[in-house]
Structure formats: structure tokens, C-alpha cells
């Protein structure tokens, strides 16, 4: 194939042959990939997303017809053609020639006249590693003179490559030939297809056991309460009870220090301790480096404006994308609006287009940029078109917060870069830059970014700080009184619910106010349901504005209707560019549009990431950037540890990764109550509650052999996300092996686990970003804490009640974590984010709660005689190894790589023996044990050697597993 207009640096586009067989035209072709096909579609007739193709077109020169058949790496293929000339059939009007997937010839007067709906064409497709095949029978059985045939190939938008497209045998005209009539003797080719839809990954099957303790082990209940005293406990809402009693006294503690502000120092007091905090939680920026500007497409429509499409580089290898619009004669200095678009669309949007083109007619530049994971910097699959950026905006979130980083951060990096690049021109005035955040994600980076660059004159932060839908539409009454700061609460994307933003009490309306006395106009995507003089949150702006003395620099801007409604819009809309254009032509002097211009232009002329430029720029993804920075923090980080005495090393780690996670302290009163108890022929069982933090109660199992009382004896204790339920009902041969041998098994469910749990998903779609889990973690973020931080603290709080009882040996306490989640396929994973509606593929996010808890509590513990982790994350560092990953937000801990890694953890435990088996990587992938140790083996820079009596594994049988935690008991 030859390629069109296509940079060295990308694959070939590849080898496709025709040939005939009997009556049927054979093609086929071999395609290069060096990275991972895109495609989501099956079956026949499917509507394509946008997707990796190959697309044949037959031309019937006898007929002035066509068939184009196009087939994606999946065997998924699509039929359509021309329809035949009206004499020319004898078919219902109503009936389509091309049916689905089926072709053949049509006879009048036994002359060949064209294609009929008929025999099957058959199609097959392969995915191999470095490429795809696929290969298409075309009965064309009275077919002569076909006339002539082409070939062309898609590749769709990568992260670091723009579409791009091959043709065979070339651009220009197909290949003429002439087919004879097939030999009707011969049958067709034979068609395997493999079933995309089918479950790849295996499945977690139940635990066989026999014997009297498994037999009464059935009989158990799962729950430590009934169902009666669960409805009324609330103990799937326990954990988010909890967090709203710590939000509260936050707010309220807000609001207590801003009734004391009367007067500008007043304000400022209580601005700026905010302000820093907010300042800490993104970390210091990185140093300007060359921005390596290029307009890669400059377009003149005659119109009164210009377009350029342009890149630069916000940091080495990251690419921008971005048009600016600007008048087609400057004169002198002008205005400039820098737009940050929604998570709807990207900067080709038609609203946006309007923006753009109807400033610059006036006299005004218009810079959009797309922001990371949306339109030419995608960073997952382009599947969907619409709101494409939700789909990489959870797991960026998790990899740079995991590399101590985090996503705004990176966002408000970009724009303020793009500030530099306006500020390159002459013709921009450096004291009329205003920055605009459009509806639905937007405005969140445009506020922090306005707080934090005072280049920005004002800010129009669209639905943020007191005016999104959420708090008067669609969340019920409001959770707090009319004087009160709404502080948010968590959820699945991170630029939404800010780390430490309710700690530090840098709620969204300080963002917007603290540009004071800057100009910002408070902007609603809809109507104010009740007049902007009733929003209780406006007379805060009012005062702030009025202390400085500047009432007029604060502006108020809506739409209309409710949500939903009417009102809705994509990014801005007239209603609202209509409102605005007056504030800013009285604050700046900006020019007043003389008509509202609407003329959207394809997106084809908006792109500015050219094959050339991808070719020479070579774009890194987010994750890439991420891994490197993370990897030389880890390095730095293991680095000082091995220069510390070797006493010295475990303090120096313990202290660490505390202030990674948060209070990890066991609760120094912690009451148990022994619910109910049950005795068994042989083994008896107490139900015990035990409360580790205000409104926090962690319910377990005590399950003793009968035959031991009045010794001590030694004790497993175990966790996993599916808490004791998934232990009785999975490992029910295991427990009854520990039992027989006389060791007591206690099972516990931390909060938002086991019976205490509000559901948990781990297949991927957008039923995990709605997980409760997810939305909890990310409110303990806002806290100043970790979900698994708090988690750990609840794990060694049950450690100390055991250590406590009299009947358990407290140098005999093994600890057990476990997890119940398949893995997914090592090979032909077709990727998808955790945000998009599910592929033809069963993609699973990994639960690796139970062996980090296990190995955490153990770091800390000292009297934890052994541990075994089954189906843990074998590195943090994996989950940045790839633009995809499948890792909870409920373990997600900002900062720990700057620090240490799984692996670090492990060798600390040494010389307590330690099992790891069945391990995964950052896309649930289940590792042999050669790549296990690989990734672990890095850790252990800081010992001496690998622990001694650590073991290793891919997988076990449940007697192994029973074998070795035993064993551990004899030493």
C-alpha cells in the first residue's frame, strides 16, 4: 500500500493480494501494528465507532456501480454499495440490493446485470502480535468485466499519531482486471471466527471441600448482623456516614473563620493560608522549558478572520494541540480569550467554532486548545466521539496521583503555557488576557489556573464554585444551610474533588474568589432557579469584590431552563456569549461582535497534529511522562533509604509512607461486642462487632476448633474486598484445613468491605466510575487521608483486639489477603477505559485491597508472625506502565511512588516469611513468577538480599496454599 502524506515513524501500510477462487474473488490482507489495534465492533453490518479498517471497493464499470465492504481488526464488517438501476430489477422497491453481508448476481434475459442479495460473503480477521489480518470471500459467481478494484486502509487516532490513511494501488484510479465466470465446482474457502463476546478470563470458581468442618461451615451465616438490625445500623452506609460527620465540621469550621471577615486584611487572612494549601496539594510546577511553537496550518476563509492551527509543548514531549483564531487585519495590541473546553467536546466544537470565529471578526484572538484525553490528544480509544475525554480522565487521575502528581495540575500546566504562547506574539496585549472554562469540566482548571497566574485579567468559570447544576438540580436539597460553603464531595474524576481541597478548606468558591480584585463573572450553564440575588453564595462574592473596593469587577452570567432541559449546552452557548461580550467590552474595551457568525468549519480543518509533525514530535502519552517522573522519584527515594544505617531503614520507611497514607494508628480504645455465637459439632464460631473510628464498626468472625479450649492457639487473619462472605463461600476447603489442624481463623470486613459494603464493581464500564467505593476514596482524598490509609488502620486495630484475647498465641498471627477478581487475558486484551460502555471483550479491574492490607499491617505490626497475599498489584509502578489501566480508586495512594513500591514493602518485612502468588500487573494481567520477582526484585535495593524466606509464585493448589500457611506455624 502506499501512504498519503504519512510520517517514517509509524508502521507500513502493509500487503493485501486478490485472487479468485471458483466463484468467489478472494481478498486479503497483512497489516503492520506496532501498537494495539483499535476496535470495538462485531458481527455483520455493525455501526462502526471510529475504528482501525480495511476497506475494499469493487467498481462495476459495466453497471456504474460499487460495493465497498469494510472489515475492522475484529471480523466485524460492514456492506454498502450502489443501488441497481430500477429496469434493471425484479426486486420489491422496498427491498435493498446490498443486504447484510450477502452478494450475488441477478439474470434478466440471461444477460449479467448486476449484484443481487444472494450467497454469504465471508469474512475473517486475526490479531497477532505487530499486526492484523483479515481476509474476504466474494461469491461473483456471472460476474465478468468487474472493472476495477481498490484497497484502503485506517488507522485511527493514537495518542501520539493523528489519523492516517494507506491506499492500494494508490490514490489515484483502482486496479483494472477482468474476472472469468467461477467455477461453480468448487466450493468456498472455509471461515473461522473467533467470538469476541465470549468471557475471556476465567472464572473464580467455588472451593470443593468435604469433612465435618466444611460441612459446617455451609451452615454459617454470612453477615454478623441480621437484616433487620443492618436496615437499621446503616451499615452499607457506615463509611459514608462517617465522612459526611468529618465534612461537616470542616464546613463548619469554614464558615466559623469567614463570619469573622470584615475588612480587606480580614479577607486576606483568611484567602491566603487557603490559597497555600491549595498550592500544596498540586506541588510545585515544573520549569518552563521551550514551548517549540509551530503553526502546522494556517486557513483564510476570506471571512474576516484566520485560523492557525498550531502546537507546542507544555513540557518535553507533550504536545498541545490548538487553533487560534484571530482578525484577518490587526491593528495594534488586541484582546485575547483563552478557552478551556468541556468534557463534552474537544476544540473543534461547533460552539466553540462560533466563539472563536465571531471575537476574531471583532477584533479579539481566540485561543482553544484541546485538553488532555480529548480530541488530538486522546490518550484511550477514540470509540466514542462524544465525551471522549471522560474515558482517560479516571485513569490519568489515578497514574499521576500515584506518581505525585495529579491531573489539574497537568491541565493547569497546559493553559498556562498556552498564556506563554499568546504572550510570544506582539500583537497581544499582555493586560487583556482572559481565560474562560466552558460548561461541564472546564471551568474547574480555568479557576485554579485564574487563582494561581495573575497574567489572567479575568476568569468566566463556567458551572463551578456554587453554580453547577449537581447543587440545584439534580443532588436534592441542599446538604447545607444558606451560609454555609458547599465543599463538594468525592468522585470518579480527580480535577472535581481535589486532594486535601476539604483539609485545607480551599473550597471551589475561594478558587473563584481569590482572583479578587481581578475581574470574574460567575457563570451558570442554566437559569438561576431562584434569581442571582437569592444564590446563597453570591453574597460572599459581593463582599469579597466590595472589601476591595471593586463591586463592578464581579459579573454574573446565565442560561436557561433546568437540568435536564432545554438550556443544556456543550460547551457555550449564544444565550450565554450574548450575556457576556458586554462585561467584557466594558472591563477590557474588547470589541462587540456586530453578528453572532455561524459557519462551523470540518474538523479535518481544525487539526493541527500533521503526520509530519507526530513524525518529528513523537508525542509522549500522560502515562509515559508519568512513569519516567515517578521512576526517578522511586530511585531517589531508595536511593536515601540504602545511605541510612540499616536500623534505621524501617523507621525511615514506616514514617514515609504514613504521611502517604494518612492515620494509620489503630484506634487506642476500641470496644468489642460479641454479637452472637454459635457452637458446631466441630468448631464454634463468635460473632464479635469492633468499633475502630467514630460511626465505624468492623463486624467478624471468630471461628475456634472446638476441641482446643483452654489453649492458646494460633490464629489466621484474613481480608478481602468480598470480605467474609467471599472466604466462607471460596476458600471454604482452606478455612476447614486450618481448622482441622487447630488453628483459629478470624475473618474481618474493614469498612466498605464484606457485609459493610455498598457494592463493588470490577468489570469495567461506567457502573465502576459510579461504585460507592470510588466516590468514598475520593472523599477521603479531600480529607486529607486514604481510603486504604484508613482501611490499614481499621486491619491493625483488629490486630490488637486479637493480641488482646486470651486464647489466641500472639506470636502464632498469620494474616491473609485475598482476592476473588479474574484476571484478564495476557494476549488480545482489547482495551477499553474503565468510563466507556463495554466492548465485545469481559475487561475486569483488579481487587487488590486484601494483600496490600495484609502486607501494610504487617509493615507496621511487628508481632505479625507471617504473611500471604494472593492476587495482589505487583508494583504501583505498573499502573503507569501503559495508557490503560485496571486499578480501583479505593487503593489509590497520591505520592507513594515518590517514596516506595510494593516491592520496598515486602523486603521490610523480612525475616518473616511472606507468600506472594498469582500476582497482577496495572491491567490485571496475571504475571508468570519469573516477571513477578523481576518487578519485586527492584524493591529490595534497600535490603540486603531478597527476603529469605520470601516465596513466590504464579499459582497454587488449594492444598499448597493450606500447606504453607501451616507450615509457617512450625517455625
Known sequence: MQEANYGAAFPQGGETRALVRGRYLCLSAQLPETGRVVARSTGENPDLWREDLIIWTIHFHAFGQTLKISINPLGAYRVDGSPLPEPWSDRPMSAPVFGPGYFSTHLIDDRRVGPKLGEPILVSAAIVKNEWSTEVAIPISDISNVGAITAERVRVPRPEAPELRWYWPGPAPGLTFHLSAGDPSIGPPSLVRKDWTASTASAVTTQSASGPFAAELVLLPHDVWNASERKTLEVDRMWEKNLTVRVNNAVLAESHDWKNVHSLAGWEKFRDPRIAALKASLGPFPERTPLRTSVTRKLDYGEGFVIENLIYESRPGLVVTANLYLPSKIRGRIPAIVVVHSQHAPKVQMELQDLGMTSARAGTAVLIMDQLGAGERLQSQPWEGHRESYFSRYAMGEQLYLAGESLMKWMVWDIDRGVDVLL??????????????????????????????????????????????????????????????????????????????????????????????????????????????????????????????????????????????????????????????????????????????????????????????????????????????????????????????????????????????????????????????????????????????????????????????????????????????????QRRGDIAELLKKGVIVCLADVRGTGETADGFHSVVGPEALNAPSTSLAATELMLGTTALGQRVKDARTVVHYLASRDDIDSKQLLLWGDSFVPANPREGLLDQSVGQVAGPQVIRQSDPLGSLLVLLTALYENNIHAVAARGGLVSYLSVLGDRFCYVPQDVIVPGILDTADIGDIVAALGPRAVLLEGFVDGRNRRLTESEMKSKLWQGFSTAESAPSRLTVREDSTPAELTIWLERQFSH
Open 424 to 729: 510570544t506574539q506582539p500583537y497581544i496585549d499582555p493586560k487583556r488576557i482572559v481565560l474562560l472554562g466552558a460548561v461541564a469540566g472546564g471551568g474547574d482548571p480555568a479557576a485554579v489556573t485564574a487563582a494561581l497566574d495573575d497574567r489572567i485579567a479575568a476568569v468566566i468559570p463556567f458551572n463551578f464554585g456554587g453554580a453547577s447544576p449537581e447543587d440545584h438540580f439534580t443532588s436534592g436539597p441542599r446538604p447545607y444551610g444558606s451560609e454555609l460553603a458547599n465543599p463538594g464531595w468525592g468522585e470518579w474524576e480527580s480535577t472535581r474533588n481535589l486532594r486535601d481541597s476539604i483539609k485545607g478548606q480551599f473550597f471551589s468558591w475561594l478558587i473563584n474568589a481569590s482572583v479578587a480584585p481581578r475581574g470574574f463573572i460567575f457563570s451558570f450553564e442554566l437559569g438561576w432557579p431562584h434569581g442571582i440575588e437569592n444564590e446563597p453564595i453570591w453574597k460572599r462574592y459581593k463582599r469579597v469584590f466590595s472589601l476591595y473596593g471593586q463591586p463592578d469587577h464581579l459579573g454574573e452570567i446565565d442560561g436557561f431552563g433546568p437540568f435536564p432541559g432545554p438550556g443544556e449546552v456543550e460547551n457555550v452557548g449564544l444565550q450565554h456569549r450574548v450575556k457576556l461580550y458586554p462585561i467584557l467590552n466594558r472591563w477590557f474595551d474588547m470589541p462587540l461582535p456586530a453578528t453572532q457568525y455561524h459557519n462551523p468549519r470540518p474538523e479535518a480543518d481544525l487539526m493541527a497534529l500533521t503526520p509530519k509533525a507526530a513524525a518529528e514530535r513523537k508525542p509522549k502519552t500522560v502515562s509515559a511522562i508519568g512513569f519516567e517522573i515517578a521512576q526517578t522519584n522511586l530511585a531517589k527515594a531508595r536511593a536515601f533509604r540504602a545511605s541510612l544505617p540499616a536500623s534505621e531503614r524501617l523507621r525511615s520507611l514506616r514514617a514515609s509512607l504514613k504521611k502517604k497514607l494518612g492515620d494509620v494508628d489503630p484506634a487506642p480504645e476500641a470496644h468489642a461486642h460479641v454479637i452472637w455465637t454459635k457452637r458446631l459439632s466441630a468448631f464454634w464460631v463468635e460473632a464479635i462487632t469492633l468499633d475502630t473510628a467514630p460511626g465505624i464498626i468492623v463486624p467478624l468472625f471468630f471461628i475456634k476448633p472446638q476441641n482446643a479450649s483452654g489453649q492458646r492457639l494460633p490464629v489466621v487473619l484474613a481480608f478481602a474486598q468480598g470480605g467474609k462472605e467471599a472466604f466462607l463461600t
